[in-house]
């Protein structure tokens, strides 16, 4: 089957593990973003959800349940075949099937680099247990290669907010709360990742150019979010219905029409980070800590001259205080 090709980007109206198989080489993906079905019955999600199904395109392909285990075991096998040496992948799952997705991954030579819990809005209502309202996002590396991770794409490290707290460390902690975007009256799949979320995984995950592949685009959510930060992509969906309607919505986008409305990261060079202090270094610091104290200063105040004084950052300053 021809690939549809949309903005140097391709597309499979295909199985994913037999269309990946036919159509990408060894190590040939720089970063795969995948939410595979959850083996829930699908086909019957709206019963538990507000929503007027005459705006969900039919055609949602479910995975049964007595065929999961074998299912995710090929197709993440193919994930990490495809994979370049240092690339990575994240899962995005629900609980129900998870030990089988877990279970087909220790099997890889694929390494767990974080297990993140995506905490979203508009949960799964029930009255005889908790309301679920969160799913599991598995990221993990293929060894052999140096894996991207732009720890300053989207907060500099030592960028503070107005309460002098960290937003680059609240921003990678391994709990996301993400909302879902609620599309009232808008043609959609039975179940889309926002936008927001992706973005995040490719930020911190890929560059500009590389290569991006999702194995179940369902409604497109990965594509859109990688042809708009320049990112080139590649993805494989069964349904025919879905594939058409949303190949349609790709080809009036413009690619890196995210870029100019994502906040520019505050960067600063931090001159002597991550060099050895020498004996003479801390000789230097122990006297002008101790003439910062004689002024009666705060320590904050003592920390922030030091750090501007000699090149380093608030950490490295207070570690080599505790030695001297």
Same mark, same amino acid.
């Given at each position: 089957?021809?690939?549809?090709?949309?903005?140097?980007?391709?597309?499979?109206?295909?199985?994913?593990?037999?269309?990946?198989?036919?159509?990408?080489?060894?190590?040939?993906?720089?970063?795969?973003?995948?939410?595979?079905?959850?083996?829930?019955?699908?086909?019957?999600?709206?019963?538990?959800?507000?929503?007027?199904?005459?705006?969900?395109?039919?055609?949602? %392909?479910?995975?049964?349940?007595? &065929? *999961?285990?074998?299912?995710? @075991?090929?197709?993440?096998? /193919?994930?990490?075949?495809? $994979?370049?040496?240092?690339?990575?992948?994240?899962?995005?799952?629900?609980?129900?099937?998870?030990?089988?997705?877990?279970?087909?991954?220790?099997?890889?030579?694929?390494?767990?680099?974080?297990?993140?819990?995506?905490?979203?809005?508009?949960?799964?209502?029930?009255?005889?247990?908790?309301?679920?309202?969160?799913?599991?996002?598995?990221?993990?590396?293929?060894?052999?290669?140096?894996?991207?991770?732009?720890?300053?794409?989207?907060?500099?490290?030592?960028?503070?907010?107005?309460?002098?707290?960290?937003?680059?460390?609240?921003?990678?902690?391994? %709990?996301?709360?993400?909302?879902? &975007? *609620?599309?009232?009256?808008? @043609?959609?799949?039975?179940? /889309?990742?926002?936008?927001? $979320?992706?973005?995040?995984?490719?930020?911190?995950?890929?560059?500009?150019?590389?290569?991006?592949?999702?194995?179940?685009?369902?409604?497109?959510?990965?594509?859109?979010?990688?042809?708009?930060?320049?990112?080139?992509?590649?993805?494989?969906?069964?349904?025919?219905?879905?594939?058409?309607?949303?190949?349609?919505?790709?080809?009036?986008?413009?690619?890196?029409?995210?870029?100019?409305?994502?906040?520019?990261?505050?960067?600063?060079?931090?001159?002597?980070?991550?060099?050895?202090?020498?004996?003479?270094?801390?000789?230097?610091?122990?006297?002008?800590?101790?003439?910062?104290?004689?002024?009666?200063?705060?320590?904050?105040?003592?920390?922030?001259?030091?750090?501007?004084?000699?090149?380093?950052?608030?950490?490295?300053?207070?570690?080599?205080?505790?030695?001297?």
């Amino acid at each position: 089957m021809k690939p549809v090709s949309v903005h140097g980007s391709r597309f499979f109206n295909d199985d994913c593990i037999t269309g990946a198989q036919t159509y990408l080489e060894d190590n040939s993906v720089d970063l795969i973003i995948t939410d595979p079905p959850y083996g829930i019955r699908g086909d019957t999600l709206h019963r538990h959800y507000n929503r007027n199904e005459q705006y969900v395109i039919p055609g949602y %392909v479910e995975i049964p349940k007595n &065929e *999961y285990a074998k299912f995710s @075991k090929r197709w993440i096998s /193919e994930a990490e075949r495809v $994979l370049r040496p240092g690339g990575s992948i994240y899962i995005i799952s629900g609980y129900t099937n998870l030990y089988d997705i877990l279970h087909a991954l220790y099997q890889t030579s694929l390494l767990e680099v974080n297990h993140i819990i995506w905490k979203y809005s508009f949960g799964v209502f029930t009255k005889r247990k908790y309301v679920s309202s969160h799913y599991h996002i598995l990221f993990y590396e293929k060894p052999g290669g140096r894996r991207t991770f732009n720890a300053e794409s989207r907060f500099g490290l030592a960028e503070k907010t107005a309460n002098g707290r960290s937003p680059n460390t609240s921003d990678r902690e391994d %709990v996301w709360l993400i909302n879902r &975007e *609620y599309k009232p009256k808008k @043609k959609k799949n039975k179940n /889309e990742l926002p936008p927001a $979320l992706l973005i995040k995984m490719l930020q911190y995950s890929s560059n500009e150019g590389d290569l991006v592949c999702d194995f179940f685009l369902g409604g497109f959510s990965t594509a859109k979010a990688a042809i708009g930060l320049n990112r080139r992509m590649v993805g494989f969906e069964l349904s025919k219905d879905l594939f058409d309607a949303k190949v349609r919505e790709l080809k009036p986008l413009r690619p890196g029409y995210l870029l100019d409305s994502l906040p520019a990261p505050v960067v600063s060079t931090i001159k002597n980070q991550g060099r050895a202090w020498t004996p003479q270094e801390r000789l230097a610091l122990a006297s002008r800590y101790a003439v910062l104290k004689g002024q009666k200063l705060l320590k904050k105040a003592i920390t922030a001259i030091l750090c501007e004084e000699f090149g380093r950052g608030r950490f490295a300053i207070e570690k080599a205080l505790q030695k001297v």
